[in-house]
């Protein structure tokens, strides 16, 4: 039997869109119900108390639509909350952690991965966490960056802007030795580019948008989720607030038009 309720998708902003595209690609027949909290971003500098209580509120949300599946987009609720939310939801819940890990350690030659993120992203020590649960002989190396998110958002992807902040972040990875690099904020597929241009040669990178795809195929397949292969998707998207230049930073992060989109202020 299909099961064609909709996967649910959030993050505190715009940015977990790129796990919405990869997920499209990944899966053309699933609907999806994105929730940006564009009102109260970024949860990096705010409290685990209140990264919890927004993120059960987005929960909440969510499974009123009928999602059969939560993907957290959001690395800083990924890293603060997620056990909270397993909890807490009624259904499946999915970070972009784990799945980035586990990438990471089937890519990796000689154990030695590299993370890059937002300063509250890195300083959880997340991904070193679940890297070590899953290969305890892997080695890491981090490195906050906290440029790369304004540069993904103005859209300044290429030129030697975005060129020479990549190369600063990276330089010190490089010189550790890192084989495989995880991107591990929804921003970052956005400066693929740059940043493969600026590793090390035959580093692997490790987009966690499409980590976290390949993870919910897998596990839709394993429990007989899938939707029907002739199934029509749909992708609707809340917000909670409508911020400057909405459209056009939504679209570059979606690589599409922004459609079916609701501003939703009590939650």
Known sequence: ??????????????GGLTVVKALRSTLPHESIVYFGDTARVPYGNKSKELVSEFSMEIVDFLIKYDVKMIVVACNTVSAQVLDELHEHSTVP??????????????????????????????SSKAYEKALSNLDKKIQTSSQACPLLVPLAEEGWLEGDVAETVV??????LNANGIDTLILGCTHYPLLKDV????VNKGTTLIDSADAVAGAVKK??????????????????CFITDIPLHFERVGQR??????DHVQTVHDI
């Open 195 to 198: 940043i493969s241009r600026q």
């Open 167 to 172: 190369q600063h972040y990276v330089k010190p």
């Open 219 to 236: 596990r839709l397949s394993a429990a007989g989720q899938m939707n029907d292969a002739s199934a029509k998707s749909l992708l609707t």
């Open 93 to 122: 819940v999915i970070g972009v952690i784990h799945a980035g890990a586990e990438e990471a350690v089937k890519a990796t030659n000689n154990n030695h991965i590299g993370i890059i993120g937002t300063m509250a992203t890195i």
């Open 253 to 258: 992060f979606l690589g599409a038009p922004m």
């Open 1 to 14: 039997m299909a099961d064609s309720r909709p996967i649910g998708v959030f993050d505190s902003g715009l």
